[in-house]
């Protein structure tokens, strides 16, 4: 089993920043990659960015971030970091932190709450 805790949400003005980290316990040995996923209100949930744990740190964003959004990880830590640029109001969602074992994204975590204010 692995647990997920997110931290760093909060309320910010468009074209402000924040970062959101997620902190990894538990069999973390298992964990091939980690990433963000997004949910708004009355929509889908939707993939943010990922970035592989077991070797390079190769990273992935949806196009929507692309260019604001950073995804990084600390491996001493255990913790993966998202720094949100250049936020914009769309940006507002719920944001969860998951782990991907064996290609699938198996654990969450309980989420953070991010608005952008206009």
């Known amino acids: 089993q692995v647990q997920l805790v997110e931290s760093g949400g909060g309320l910010v003005q468009a074209g402000g920043s924040l970062r959101l980290a997620c902190a990894a316990s538990?069999?973390?040995?298992?964990?091939?990659?980690m990433g963000w996923y997004r949910q708004a209100p009355g929509k889908q949930r939707e993939l943010v960015a990922t970035i592989t744990i077991t070797s390079g740190g190769s990273t992935n964003y949806a196009d929507s971030v692309k260019g604001r959004f950073t995804i990084s990880r600390d491996n001493a830590k255990n913790t993966v970091y998202l720094q949100m640029n250049s936020l914009k109001p769309e940006d507002t969602a719920v944001y969860y932190c998951?782990?991907?074992?064996?290609?699938?994204?198996?654990?969450w975590g309980q989420g953070t709450q991010v608005t952008v204010s206009s």
């Open positions: 538990g069999n973390i040995f298992s964990i091939n990659a």
């Open positions: 998951a782990a991907d074992e064996s290609g699938i994204w198996n654990y």
